[in-house]
């Protein structure tokens, strides 16, 4: 299994304590993202699911894909889903000149400017996050369903996010061909559980933070 944590260390919290890893509690409420969309076939049935239960969600896109699926990218806005930046070709800020990177995070905003960032692979260095932070929020995430591994069994995905979910929760999924078969079986499964515990679902929007 790849080198994450299904929710993040409190000691990784800490050191980048000036990131969104999980919202506020109180309301019994959980934030569905999925990242590197719009994918024409993990895409569309993200959202056809989505639809299915009524919900919106907030998409992580990556500006090249944006650009290879507009019509696809077209339907995500007009069903009311939240977009965010996910860069334009999913560079790893740990081994990224600052530059390169923030390049990386301008070209995006020239298509579909926003709010909020979430960093590729979630890896970020301080000096880069100091230039984005003055725009957006950077979102992380406090459950991750680890559908994008390909060593991991659907029914696991499924369980990571059904035994971790709680008040506030920031769940990641990913609409992309490689996390497909994993996603495809957790994420209605994983939507269905926390209805049936209670909570709702709402989009990430600046008025929440």
């Not at 999924?173 to 679902?201: T, W």
Request: proline share 4%; net charge neutral; glycine share 4%.
């Amino acid at each position: 299994m790849s080198f994450y944590f299904v929710q993040p260390h409190a000691l990784v919290r800490w050191y980048y304590n000036d990131l969104v890893w999980r919202m506020p509690q109180g309301k019994k409420i959980v934030y569905l993202t999925f990242d590197d969309g719009p994918n024409e076939k993990a895409t569309t049935h993200v959202l056809d699911v989505l639809k299915s239960f009524h919900l919106q969600a907030t998409f992580f896109c990556l500006g090249s894909n944006i650009q290879k699926n507009p019509a696809l990218f077209d339907r995500m806005l007009e069903e009311g889903h939240m977009i965010g930046n996910h860069s334009m070709h999913h560079p790893n800020g740990w081994n990224t000149e600052d530059s390169k990177y923030v390049e990386e995070f301008e070209a995006f905003e020239k298509i579909h400017a926003g709010s909020l960032f979430r960093p590729p692979y979630g890896r970020i260095k301080k000096s880069q996050i100091k230039n984005i932070i003055k725009t957006h929020r950077i979102i992380m995430w406090d459950v991750l369903s680890y559908d994008f591994d390909i060593r991991v069994q659907k029914e696991q995905c499924l369980n990571f996010v059904t035994q971790n979910v709680r008040d506030g929760s920031i769940l990641l999924f990913h609409d992309s061909v490689k996390a497909f078969d994993n996603m495809r079986f957790a994420l209605p499964r994983s939507i269905e559980h926390c209805l049936q515990q209670g909570y709702s679902f709402e989009l990430l929007r600046n008025e929440n933070f």
